[in-house]
């Protein structure tokens, strides 16, 4: 009888740790979520304070920046789109709304760099304030967004990785929405020429010091050797160079 106890001893003690095991990783998975839900509810507060302020920047830079009419229509039009989205899906995460707010983003900040050509916008203390809440925004944003990545991050490998997948397929939990930038069209570096300002100031200016040393050194190079080659053809158009 005692080898029989032994094992059921040994079972027990193994079924108990077994049931401890999944206990633990059960209350680890809400735990995960909960955290991912509390940054995500980081964001959101940002975007919608983002939202609020985009009308007043464009109304500001529509002002005094005529040309970027264009611009200014796209950002209303993204954070329109960006704003129904919310609504939506109850205030929460997916990947349509990300690409949304990533252009948004984009395109705020190609705008904030615009208005270099603007020195009466760039002085007026309304779109300074709301440059600096803009940018204080987009931090926040950027920061908050890295924070909640990494959670999810964290918590899709536990479900997608064994034995605790066991416990993710049996409690259903399902793998969180990354908030990031996927589109590689919005990774690029932000392009400030926009087509329809007319008015901006030409970079050629200070970019020909650089060519126009090229052109005055390659230019006189010539000369001598069409005269070192034909002496006697053309004896009257090189008179400084005879002797």
Known sequence: MEPLLIILIVLVV???????????????????????????????????????LIPNLVETVRGYAAHERNTLEQITALRNQARQLAGQTGGQPSEQR??????????????????????????NQNFLELQRELTDTEDRIAASRRFYNANVRDYNTRIESLPSNIIAGFAKFEKATYFEVNDPMVRQAPDVNFGEISQRPAASPEQQPQIAPQQQYQQPVQPPQQQIQQPQQQPADRPPFEN
């Open 14 to 52: 193994l079924a108990l740790g077994v049931v401890l095991w999944g206990v633990g990783a059960y209350n680890g998975f809400v735990k995960s979520r909960n955290l991912i839900q509390e940054s995500w509810r980081q964001i959101d507060v940002e975007l919608n304070r983002r939202y609020e």
């Open 98 to 123: 990300a690409a949304v707010e990533s252009e948004l983003t984009q395109a705020v900040h190609n705008l904030l760099v615009s208005v270099e050509a603007y020195p009466d916008l760039k002085s």
